[in-house]
Structures are given as C-alpha cells and as structure tokens.
C-alpha cells in the first residue's frame, strides 16, 4: 500500500522565495496534518484538515505560512515570502479519525526545507 | 513549554542493557502513543495505551500508561544497535480533541 506521499524530498532556496510543499495522504484517510520539525523545538503541529477542512490552524508560524486542501488526496502548504529560520523538515501526516482506540497517524517521509 | 516532557533527552548505552524513558505531563490525554523515528524518515508509530494504568509489551518493548492518564514510559529490556532513534512519545489531550501533541523526544544511541 502506498503510504502518505510528499514532495519534494529536499529543497534549497534563497530567502524570499515562495516555497510549495506537497502531500498526498493514503486514500480513505479523512483527517490530515502538516508538522513542522525542528531540533529546537520538536515536532510542531501547523495545521490539520478533515474531511477537507482546516479544523485548527493556529500553530501556524505567521501569515506567510498558508495550507490548502483542495480535494481529499492532495494539501499543500505554502511559504511566501521563505525566510532561513523557516529551514526545518515539514512531515504530512494522515489518519481514519473515528477509531476508538485512538488515533494511529501515518507520517511521510518529509520534505527537509533549507532556506539560505 | 512542552505539553509532555520526555526524558532524558539523550541516552547512550551499551547493547544488553536496559532502559527507560519517560513522558509526563499535567494535562490528562484520552490516549498516549510512542513512535520511533530514524533518520531520513518520518515518526512511526509503536504503540497506542488508552487505558489508565494499561502495559502493553512489544517484543523487547514494555510500555506503561499512568493511572491518572497523565504519563506514560517506554522500558527497553536487553537493549540492541537496531534499537538506535528518536523515540518520542504523543499524546491527545483531552480538551484539545483531535490535536495531537509530542514530545521532544528522546535520542537513543546503542552502542556494540
């Protein structure tokens, strides 16, 4: 089976570039979740959508930090314009919310963003 | 400030013995899990504890959940190289619903 998709795998831009990332969650997951990686600071939850819709965005960093969800197998998360501090690898994540046994989240394998 | 604490933050031992690391917390979670991660790759998840006070055993892993459901440890019996990563714990506290929040983790490095 396919498991949670992203790309790209690593990028390296100059500061005030636009960056895009991109996830594609395993299908019939309905809940997904971006999180940011750090040494710094861990793992940091950024946003999380279900069934589409963004639930709670407010561990996004700032207003250059933007996620959409246009369709239940693609998310993007976008940063415009980049800045070095927001180098850090970014994890998508999906779940199948509902289960009672709480919730078992796949990751991808993360895109490793270097902002210089 | 960490939702959950984990410790300790590093931990370097010899193959063969055994170790402990912990999560804690003030908030009450309706579940507590525990992931491993290896470099170049995303957290993978281990296991999930519900109930307070619940063990569950995988392999050489014993995991422990708090009876108040506050905290939770990983005990590794025997411990081996392949054992080497971050192992963080995450938990769903109970007044943030579907949130799920983690630790720091913490770095094991099992040396031959």
């Known amino acids: 089976d396919a498991g949670v998709i992203q790309s790209p795998r690593h990028e390296v831009t100059e500061m005030g570039q636009e960056v895009t990332l991109r996830c594609k969650p395993i299908?019939?997951?309905?809940?997904l979740f971006w999180y940011r990686q750090t040494m710094m600071r861990g793992l940091e939850l950024l946003i999380y959508f279900n069934n589409n819709v963004p639930i709670d965005d407010s561990g996004m960093p700032e207003d250059r930090f933007s996620a959409k969800m246009p369709n239940a197998s693609f998310s993007t998360l976008k940063i415009q314009p980049s800045e070095p501090r927001d180098s850090a690898v970014y994890f998508c994540?999906?779940?199948?919310?509902?289960?009672?046994?709480?919730?078992?989240?796949?990751f991808g394998e993360g895109s490793w963003l270097t902002v210089v | 400030t960490q939702l959950l604490e984990q410790s300790p933050q590093f931990l370097s031992i010899q193959e063969g013995e055994n170790l402990t690391v912990y999560c804690n917390s003030s908030?009450?979670?309706?579940?507590l899990q525990w992931y491993r991660q290896e470099p170049g790759e995303g957290p993978v998840l281990l296991v999930t504890v519900v109930t307070g006070g619940e063990v569950k055993k995988l392999k050489r892993l014993t995991f422990q959940f708090g009876d108040a459901r506050k905290d939770s440890s990983l005990h590794i019996t025997a411990a081996q190289p392949g054992d080497t990563g971050l192992y963080l714990c995450a938990g769903l506290p109970m007044e943030y619903g579907n949130k799920l929040v983690f630790g720091a983790g913490t770095i094991l490095r099992v040396k031959s």
């Open positions: 994540a999906s779940d199948q919310t509902g289960r009672s046994s709480g919730n078992t989240i796949y």
């Open positions: 908030s009450v979670f309706s579940s």
């Open positions: 299908s019939g997951h309905n809940s």
